[in-house]
């Protein structure tokens, strides 16, 4: 695991996002995500951050797109050298990774961070085509589960995508 810490700049960014993703989702008619007693609104900006914290770490940049209604945005959050991420962060310290089942994709690796602004703890990862588990959740929701000690160590990724990245630099890549 590896904490990034925010600055207020990224937060307040990440508040900004946050809400206009929000708004520009119920524009759009796309139901709020319940998750949590959290109102969708907070999520969507604890998350938006969360997105924020991940790029930080592997120094890319992060999806600032507000989708406007009738438009959707890719499945996934941010590129590491061609491999999509979708960025999982939840406010429980003992969460694990949880993806909806219109949300999985084959070859889109789901990177679990918990948290909430400054600070989040990213914890690890999986491809899609890896989760292999659905469970029923107390308020009759089925999602796609894997307990993060199943998940790939996230400093396993970033080495990978540091590797490639001097690779490329030097014409290896």
Not at 23 to 44: F, Q, T, W, Y
Not at 70 to 84: A, F, I, K, M
Not at 101 to 115: E, F, M, Q, S, V
Request: proline residues 7%; hydrophobic residues 40%.
């Amino acid at each position: 695991m590896l904490n990034v810490t925010l600055t207020e700049s990224e937060v307040q960014q990440g508040v900004a996002l946050g809400l206009g993703r929000h708004e520009g989702a119920r524009k759009g008619n796309r139901p709020e995500m319940l998750v949590s007693d959290m109102p969708a609104i907070d999520n969507d900006i604890i998350s938006m951050c969360a997105e924020i914290a991940v790029a930080k770490l592997f120094g890319v940049p992060y999806d600032d797109r507000i989708a406007l209604p009738g438009e959707s945005l890719p499945p996934q959050d941010l590129t590491l050298s061609g491999l999509g991420v979708d960025v999982k962060n939840t406010t429980n310290m003992q969460g694990n990774l949880i993806v909806a089942p219109w949300k999985k994709h084959d070859d889109i690796a789901y990177l679990l961070t918990r948290g909430e602004p400054p600070t989040y703890e990213v914890v690890g990862y999986m491809l899609g085509r890896n989760i292999l588990t659905k469970r029923t959740f107390p308020s009759g929701s089925i999602s796609w589960f894997v307990p993060a000690n199943e998940l790939t160590p996230v400093e396993q990724l970033l080495r990978r995508y540091k590797s490639l990245m001097r690779n490329k630099a030097n014409g290896r890549g």
